[in-house]
């Protein structure tokens, strides 16, 4: 994994000397600004450069454009030496990854995430895959990337509301694992937001090093990866309630937290100086912290189609204290209270 400014100028040190060709997956968006550059610098290998373009938005990840990445991949007779680079954010690399792990039953592939919440999160750990209309990416693999390219400077360009979604995966980190990392985010949420270069390297850096420890203990989710995804439960119930788009996915996550701060009050203790500090720093990033009433019955059947559901019954990520987490059930009557106390209608 390389963090800095100016690697998408060096992407091809990441090209192993035996790739045949290479095809870069992008969208409009993204490819507008950086394909050319990226596909320059992967030209220095003298091998054969593609670049397939999907459309963009996370309402387009699904099979009908995964199958774009095969079309072109088919056309232009990519053999089993091809490597894919995944340029973009969260759905480009979760899509091209996936190709990669179908692809002749395998082939290789880079990421160069352009997105802060990709460049902590979706880019590092290996999980790929597509949405299905029942839930969000249940149909998928585990499939690790040869390496991970990480330019800082691609931030420029973000929105502010995307860096804000990436800050939600940013300050999961400290919430799970590292309390004093949390308490960093606290004091540098202007810093952040305003992608002041010593704070957002550093914020990169050691997200991806925690979320590099867990998966390094349990790269399939069969124990510890699960707490990575403290507020993904209420998250991904927000953003298939809403319909994929409408709401960004580190948005949805972020307001996820507050809700699984609350769950985590009434069932493991967590004290309400913490979950007012997680209310408080969610709003301080950027994101939403009043998620919308999609009705009590229907949040519950949005969350059963979640991973983390065993046998039926829902589990959730939860906080006894800032810098530990379990994965355990909830009672239902207390979670349909929170889920109460916590939304407001959709108008």
């Given at each position: 994994m390389h963090i800095g400014p100016g690697r998408l100028d060096h992407l091809h040190d990441s090209v192993p000397a035996d790739v045949t060709a290479i095809a870069v997956v992008t969208n409009p968006t993204v490819g507008a600004l950086y394909a050319e550059r990226a596909m320059a610098a992967l030209r220095k290998t003298g091998k054969t450069v593609i670049c397939i373009e999907l459309p963009d938005g996370e309402s387009y990840k699904d099979w009908q454009t995964l199958n774009l990445i095969f079309d072109g991949l088919l056309q232009n007779r990519f053999d089993r030496k091809g490597l894919l680079v995944a340029l973009g954010g969260g759905v480009i690399g979760d899509m091209t990854g996936f190709a990669a792990a179908s692809y002749m039953r395998g082939v290789r592939f880079l990421q160069v995430p352009t997105t802060l919440l990709s460049q902590v999160d979706s880019s590092v750990g290996g999980k790929t895959g597509i949405n299905h209309p029942l839930g969000k990416n249940m149909v998928g693999a585990f499939y690790q990337p040869i390496a991970v390219e990480i330019d800082t400077d691609v931030l420029k360009t973000l929105p502010a509301r995307e860096v804000s979604a990436?800050?939600?995966?940013?300050?999961?980190?400290?919430?799970?694992?590292?309390?004093?990392?949390?308490?960093?985010?606290?004091?540098?949420?202007?810093?952040?937001?305003?992608?002041?270069?010593?704070?957002?390297?550093?914020?990169?850096?050691?997200?991806?090093?925690?979320?590099?420890?867990?998966?390094?203990?349990?790269?399939?989710?069969?124990?510890?990866?699960?707490?990575?995804?403290?507020?993904?439960?209420?998250?991904?119930?927000?953003?298939?309630?809403?319909?994929?788009?409408?709401?960004?996915?580190?948005?949805?996550?972020?307001?996820?937290?507050?809700?699984?701060?609350?769950?985590?009050?009434?069932?493991?203790?967590?004290?309400?100086?913490?979950?007012?500090?997680?209310?408080?720093?969610?709003?301080?990033?950027?994101?939403?912290?009043?998620?919308?009433?999609?009705?009590?019955?229907?949040?519950?059947?949005?969350?059963?189609?979640?991973?983390?559901?065993?046998?039926?019954?829902?589990?959730?990520?939860?906080?006894?204290?800032?810098?530990?987490?379990?994965?355990?059930?909830?009672?239902?009557?207390?979670?349909?209270?929170?889920?109460?106390?916590?939304?407001?209608?959709?108008?």
């Open positions: 990436g800050l939600a995966e940013v300050v999961k980190y400290g919430l799970i694992i590292d309390a004093g990392f949390f308490d960093w985010c606290e004091q540098h949420v202007d810093d952040l937001r305003a992608l002041e270069p010593q704070a957002i390297r550093h914020a990169i850096k050691r997200s991806c090093e925690l979320k590099a420890h867990v998966v390094g203990k349990d790269e399939r989710e069969s124990g510890l990866r699960a707490i990575l995804n403290f507020g993904h439960t209420f998250g991904h119930a927000i953003e298939a309630g809403m319909g994929y788009g409408d709401w960004l996915h580190g948005e949805a996550v972020g307001c996820g937290m507050f809700q699984a701060a609350e769950l985590s009050a009434h069932t493991v203790g967590l004290d309400s100086d913490s979950v007012t500090r997680v209310k408080h720093v969610v709003h301080a990033i950027g994101c939403p912290v009043v998620p919308p009433n999609l009705g009590t019955e229907r949040w519950i059947e949005l969350m059963q189609v979640d991973k983390k559901t065993e046998g039926g019954h829902l589990r959730f990520v939860l906080l006894p204290k800032i810098g530990q987490a379990i994965v355990q059930g909830a009672p239902l009557n207390v979670l349909r209270d929170v889920l109460h106390k916590t939304s407001v209608p959709v108008m």
